[in-house]
């Protein structure tokens, strides 16, 4: 329902952008918390790759076994 008073229209359109903002806060903090977490661990995984990868010991043999 869109109301006839142009005043109105102000208020439904503010409350809107105010709900919109509300939202975007709230996406944007939970955003914000996950790369918080995913830092870290994706530090440590990188670091464990690169151990693994100038390692000499094989982790895993890639040779088929049946050859």
């Not at 229209?9 to 918080?36: Q, S, T």
Request: glycine share 2%.
């Amino acid at each position: 329902m869109v109301p006839d008073d142009p005043v109105d229209i102000g208020e439904v359109l503010h409350r809107r952008i105010e709900l919109a903002h509300a939202i975007e806060d709230r996406v944007l903090g939970r955003v914000r918390h996950r790369n918080r977490i995913e830092q870290p661990v994706v530090a440590i995984l990188v670091e464990i790759d690169e151990q693994w990868a100038s390692d000499t010991k094989a982790y895993i043999k890639w040779e088929c076994q049946d050859a």
